[in-house]
């Protein structure tokens, strides 16, 4: 592989610490290295931001749901996608759809806004194939899948002796075969319940049939994440998601992670990451009196280094909800009466999708639009503050450079506010308008750089700039020097990167893709001492349950044809 | 109003997608900037001077543009697409997607429209002067806004699947439809002069059919509520009214319920 040298940029990244000086970045062969030859092609970065290749903690990005979705909205690549995104170009394939892209467009997508890396964060196990599949179609970004653990009958049954051993001999063995890189908890109980026409409101509902609770099963998980001493700690969308008042619920599941020890080898800090946290900060008591609750949630976060969590941010886009959240998309449908699709993932889980209007003349559009960003604006430590839109939930991935302009530019964000129709309501039920802060380039950078590639263990390859560390460098037309005065151009410097580098090779130059990429996909070889019992317990389910055999469940290694296999070892 | 003629000289072989003729695209351009406008025949990108000749004036806002496309554009598809304003006449057929998502402005078509013509229209005026296919002022496929707005009027005959979701706007037809008129109705009026097939105002839940000729078959899940006068579209007589469906879920409105509404003249 070739040497490149990146002059003169400003550079800005935690790792090596260097908040907008100008500094030149060597590569070779994929590595950030100290220096190169002078043979090495020189890309002039005078006058231009230089980041570390972005890291996406949180997006729905492959898989059932996601395809479920496309299948039945061709109206999103008709309306809001482009017309005739089916024009062949040179060097790339078809393009199509907005809330919901085709694995080509989310892989450009994400290269042409400077993301290496993209976590597809709900995967059903018995659907591994299909989001395998997908992830190796989509082009560029490094990727992996968090399979969901929070309604699964294994769990739900070693947890109710409280049984770690087993719980971790279940979660190596499912790691193992679905090639999954962690622990996802969607809605603990909740989907199962919802099975029987119920639900889950708080960490002490029981679940039917179970004799079991979501704060049991969410505690036994964080257990048997830190025994199996995984690169990422317990992922989770907790119960309630969208209901006004389930602040109180919310906090009572981050207290759920008080007094354990986060142990593992990656650098990993945080016990539990509270994934989309603008949906579960509300108050009121109905959709009347709806408001932010976001001061009381990051009261608790700011004081809680065990915490990590990423914002969730409504972009007031028609978008395309889906989750493995089946009673919430039940209850949205019901809400919106617009297409609804439930689905049961046998013994594992559950999901959902119902295309969803982030209107601004809907008056708790406009507050979760306030909530979301109020949480990134309050939040004291930027590397545990993540920026996402749970992709497409709350908007989709390609509106990020949307929502960092708002973080950064608090005019934008008044503009914004008085163009709601309810802009008075708004404003009295959220506290945006007295947050005068504006997030540096810096900030940004931890929260899209470094912040997540500590929270996933990936910190000693990605999102830094340190010699030895994965050469992903985006560079972006933003001048820190002399930054516009119109804060469009923020938006659109981020939006299309003047060159994004993955792994050392230039894919992206001046918004356009050039290269595919050699994509891999992550997972995570977690070693635990066998269980004969869950071994055989596995066996019986498949037998007894599952509508296909054991053999055919395991995602052979042709689905991941360029692995990237972290192994972790249990502390036993 | 400054006029633009455009006339096609060479026929495509597949099917021409033109969205570039329309008011908005032309306005403010020279000839040569016209003529290398985008348009699409299978894959490929072409220029629209490679299948049209262009001769006239180009007003400087939609408003002031009129296009009059000549040469027979039975295999152009798009032609006025989102279009907002100004005119556009065709003096022949034209293929499927004329005039959908039409915002504003008149759009004429001499002869006969393909299918999905006036889709999910928003604004305007759309006339057809032969006759059209089906999926007439209906929602693109999966979406559930449909025609929205405007006049479209349809002197000749139309196929099936008219005004599917139509939640806005007037739907006319001076001849006969084939079946499922007004499936999914949430607002909207739609006349139908000539006969009908069957299935009409399935699963309608608001908006207003009246149907002038025969219909074959009425959907079980409508009810004869009364006779009454009306004027529809210069016609002055009785019809008998019908709500429905009611086999659907219908809103409330200062305490009434809202049913959809089926007229037929008597």
């Not at chain 1, 969590?309 to 989750?323: A, H, I, P, S």
């Not at chain 1, 470094?450 to 994965?470: F, S, V, Y």
């Not at chain 2, 997607?97 to 039409?102: E, H, K, L, S």
């Amino acid at each position: 592989m070739s040497e490149i040298l990146i002059k003169n940029g400003h550079v800005f990244d935690v790792v090596t610490g260097i908040k907008g000086d100008k500094a030149d970045i060597a590569i070779k062969d994929g590595k950030i290295v100290d220096k190169v030859s002078s043979k090495a092609k020189t890309i002039d970065a005078s006058g231009k931001t230089v980041m570390a290749g972005a890291l996406d903690i949180h997006a729905h990005v492959a898989g059932p749901k996601v395809n479920l979705g496309r299948w039945f909205r061709p109206e999103d690549k008709m309306i809001r996608g482009e017309m005739r995104g089916g024009i062949v170009k040179e060097t790339t394939r078809m393009e199509q759809g907005f809330s919901i892209p085709s694995v080509f467009r989310t892989g450009y997508s994400y290269a042409r806004m400077g993301y290496g890396f993209a976590m597809e964060a709900a995967m059903p196990p018995l659907y591994a194939r299909h989001v395998h599949e997908e992830i190796k179609d989509t082009p560029i970004v490094d990727e992996a899948a968090l399979p969901v653990f929070g309604n699964n009958w294994f769990v739900f049954e070693y947890l109710k002796e409280h049984n770690i051993e087993k719980t971790a001999a279940y979660i190596s063995w499912l790691l193992k075969v679905t090639k999954g890189y962690g622990i996802k908890v969607v809605n603990p109980g909740g989907t199962e319940a919802w099975g029987w026409g119920l639900n889950c409101l708080g960490i002490n509902d029981e679940v039917p049939f179970f004799d079991i609770t979501p704060g049991e099963i969410t505690k036994g998980l964080i257990e048997a994440n830190e025994y199996l001493g995984l690169p990422h700690s317990v992922h989770i969308h907790p119960n309630m998601l969208g209901d006004p008042g389930n602040a109180p619920t919310t906090i009572d599941t981050m207290k759920l992670a008080e007094g354990y020890k986060a142990k593992n080898k990656f650098g990993r800090e945080q016990l539990l990451h509270m994934t989309h946290l603008q949906f579960h900060s509300y108050g009121g008591t109905g959709w009347g009196d709806f408001c932010s609750n976001a001061k009381e949630i990051m009261d608790y976060v700011n004081k809680h280094p065990e915490i990590t969590f990423d914002t969730g941010n409504v972009t007031l886009d028609e978008t395309t909800t889906m989750t493995a959240d089946g009673p919430f998309e039940h209850h949205l449908s019901a809400l919106n009466h617009l297409k609804w699709c439930n689905v049961d993932v046998e013994l594992e889980t559950g999901s959902g999708v119902v295309p969803f209007i982030y209107s601004p003349n809907v008056f708790p559009c406009a507050v979760q639009w306030a909530v979301g960003l109020e949480l990134a604006l309050l939040a004291k430590d930027p590397m545990r503050t993540m920026i996402t839109t749970d992709h497409p939930n709350a908007g989709p991935f390609t509106r990020y450079p949307r929502v960092f302009k708002w973080l950064m530019c608090k005019k934008t964000r008044d503009e914004q506010m008085a163009a709601f129709k309810h802009s008075g309501k708004v404003a009295d039920a959220t506290i945006l308008n007295e947050i005068d802060r504006e997030l540096t380039l810096y900030e940004i950078s931890q929260m899209t750089r470094a912040g997540p590639a500590k929270a996933l263990g990936l910190a000693n390859m990605m999102g830094g700039l340190a010699p030895g560390m994965n050469a992903d460098v985006a560079i972006y037309n933003l001048n820190p020097a002399k930054m516009p005065t119109d804060p469009e151009e923020i938006e659109k410097a981020f939006s299309l990167s003047a060159y994004f580098l993955k792994n050392g090779e230039i894919v992206c130059q001046d918004g356009q893709i050039v290269h595919s990429g050699t994509k891999k996909t992550f997972w995570v070889d977690a070693k635990a001492p066998e269980s004969k019992q869950v071994n055989r317990d596995v066996r019986e389910k498949f037998l007894r349950y599952y509508t296909v055999t054991q053999a055919n469940y395991e995602v052979p290694d042709s689905y991941a044809p360029n692995p990237f296999v972290i192994e972790a070892n249990a502390n036993v | 109003m400054k006029t633009a003629t455009i006339t096609l000289k060479t026929t495509p072989t597949l099917y021409l997608e033109a969205d570039v003729i329309t008011p908005d695209a032309f306005a403010g351009k020279s000839k040569d900037e016209i003529l290398a406008l985008p348009v699409y025949e299978g894959r490929e990108c072409y220029k629209l001077g490679d299948y049209f000749e262009i001769a006239g004036e180009i007003g400087d806002t939609p408003e002031n543009t009129k296009i009059v496309v000549n040469g027979d554009c039975s295999k152009v598809k798009y032609i006025g697409a989102k279009m907002s304003a100004g005119e556009v006449i065709v003096n022949s057929s034209a293929d499927m997607y004329t005039g959908a998502w039409m915002r504003g402005g008149k759009l004429t078509i001499k002869g006969n429209v393909d299918s999905f013509s006036g889709l999910g229209m928003e604004g305007g005026e759309f006339t057809v002067e032969g006759n059209g296919e089906n999926y007439i002022g209906a929602s693109y496929r999966g979406d559930w806004r449909g025609m929205q707005g405007g006049v479209l009027r349809v002197k000749g005959n139309v196929g099936s699947d008219i005004g599917t979701f139509m939640n806005g706007g007037t739907l006319i037809v001076e001849g006969d439809a084939d079946v499922h008129i007004g499936t999914h109705q949430e607002g909207g009026t739609i006349i139908i002069k000539g006969d009908v097939n069957r299935r009409v105002g399935g699963q309608m839940v608001k908006g207003t059919i009246y149907i002038f000729g025969n219909m074959n078959y009425m959907m079980p899940g409508f009810k004869y509520t009364q006779d009454v006068e009306l004027e529809v579209d210069g016609y002055k007589g009785t019809f008998a009214e019908y709500i429905g469906d009611l086999g659907e879920r219908h809103s409330k409105s200062k305490g009434q319920v809202v049913y959809g509404k089926l007229y037929r003249k008597k």
